[in-house]
């Protein structure tokens, strides 16, 4: 379940937002009287803004009131109470005119929320729920749930990964949500539009783009079998240089960070060169202390391979071991049946980096860009990175020579022989 924490200090309000989502983000940017902070993910409110104004939140997502100043700091909203109950208790009369709940001081009053129904000379029917009112309804799904199904089917028969499954589900939902037309009646020209709408509206990159060819290519081929994509061009990479820390902010990194369990996490990334999908699905057996190996199961492409463990992460682990009292899961989750989440271990770098105060924008992944980056600088031949990373093919690895300091590190800047 996704909670929102807002915290209320003496100075100001502060609502981090560690995932995006498109509603509360809106809603926060209506509340007024707030800006947003990009490096600290979080918007700040003034303490002159009502606090009765955030309870719309819990219509949406249950969120926890931490106040600093009130001996109860703690208070929780949307949890057991239902949307309607507190949308009567927490709407304005203004905007309860418009779901038929009461009269407004001003039939010329604007509305109150950015997110009201908009003054147009269309009638305006009334909403099935107040959350409807308040969150406007998404446009109706028109890939019918039979193709949905024949998709996964197809999908499942051919292995591929459950992340595959949900992107192409999702590429393929939204082509037809977008346009509003079911799969049986979309043209070459529909897939040119809807991809030209999603790089402008939504502002995908090429990756993204030549994602969701992939996944409307196999629908319309393999399962529809239409083939109205055939001649669709696929936009070029984006030539971007990886995100690299040096040494000194590794260190940093590390040092900052005191919980054990999140320190061995972004140590075995770092010196391993793991994904962070692969990190968190390490178990106890996996770890080869005494040889000093760790075993990747089923990486990605659903590949085994063998990476290098580091002799101070050995350590470490030995004490964690005991610690913890690890028996499966190297890095137990809640339940603690279950790994810890990707999106947790994300949640975990990015705290690291902030505290640390380390201005790079980059993401976890960015430890894994900087082990390769590092070998390469201290001499070790490209194929056995290759090997290490996992990469199928050497031009994958060959990108972190374009980061690597290795080989310019002799070379003089022409200003340097001026003075």
Not at 63 to 84: A, C, H, K, M, Y
Not at 318 to 344: D, H, K, V
């Amino acid at each position: 379940m996704e909670i929102v924490y807002i915290f209320c200090r003496s100075d100001a309000i502060r609502i981090p937002i560690f995932v995006y989502d498109r509603h509360l983000f809106n809603f926060l940017v209506s509340v007024g009287g707030g800006v947003w902070d990009a490096y600290r993910q979080e918007f700040v409110f003034g303490r002159d803004v009502p606090s009765d104004r955030f309870r719309i939140i819990a219509l949406y997502l249950p969120f926890v009131w931490v106040d600093t100043n009130s001996p109860r700091p703690l208070s929780s909203f949307g949890f057991l109470e239902s949307r309607d109950k507190i949308a009567e208790s927490c709407l304005s009369p203004c905007h309860a005119e418009q779901v038929g709940m009461g009269k407004p001081h001003s039939r010329k009053k604007k509305p109150c929320l950015s997110t009201d129904l908009p003054e147009t000379n269309t009638p305006v029917t009334k909403p099935a729920s107040l959350t409807d009112a308040i969150f406007p309804v998404a446009p109706p799904e028109r890939l019918s749930e039979y193709w949905q199904n024949k998709l996964e089917a197809e999908l499942r028969s051919r292995k591929y990964s459950p992340q595959t499954r949900r992107c192409y589900l999702y590429y393929n939902r939204l082509l037809c949500r977008t346009l509003q037309k079911p799969p049986e009646k979309m043209h070459p020209d529909d897939i040119t539009h809807f991809l030209a709408s999603v790089e402008k509206d939504r502002e995908y990159s090429a990756s993204s783009i030549n994602l969701a060819i992939s996944a409307i290519k196999f629908f319309y081929n393999e399962v529809l079998k239409s083939g109205i994509v055939t001649e669709q061009h696929r936009p070029r990479h984006d030539g971007r240089l990886p995100q690299v820390l040096s040494k000194e902010e590794i260190v940093q990194l590390l040092d900052m960070e005191k919980n054990p369990k999140h320190r061995l996490l972004l140590m075995l990334v770092y010196s391993s060169g793991l994904r962070v999908s692969e990190a968190v699905a390490l178990k106890k057996e996996h770890i080869d202390l005494s040889r000093k190996v760790i075993y990747v199961k089923q990486g990605k492409g659903r590949k085994d391979r063998c990476t290098l463990l580091s002799e101070k992460a050995a350590l470490f682990i030995a004490e964690y071991y005991a610690f913890y009292n690890i028996q499966t899961w190297l890095f137990p989750g809640q339940p603690p049946s279950r790994p810890l989440s990707i999106r947790a271990a994300q949640h975990i770098f990015n705290k690291a980096l902030r505290r640390a105060a380390i201005p790079i924008k980059t993401s976890i992944h960015g430890l894994r860009h900087t082990f390769a980056t590092h070998l390469l600088e201290n001499g070790t031949d490209i194929r056995y990175i290759q090997s290490l990373l996992g990469h199928a093919t050497i031009r994958t690895t060959e990108r972190y020579t374009r980061v690597a300091r290795r080989n310019v590190l002799s070379i003089k800047s022409p200003l340097d022989s001026i003075f």
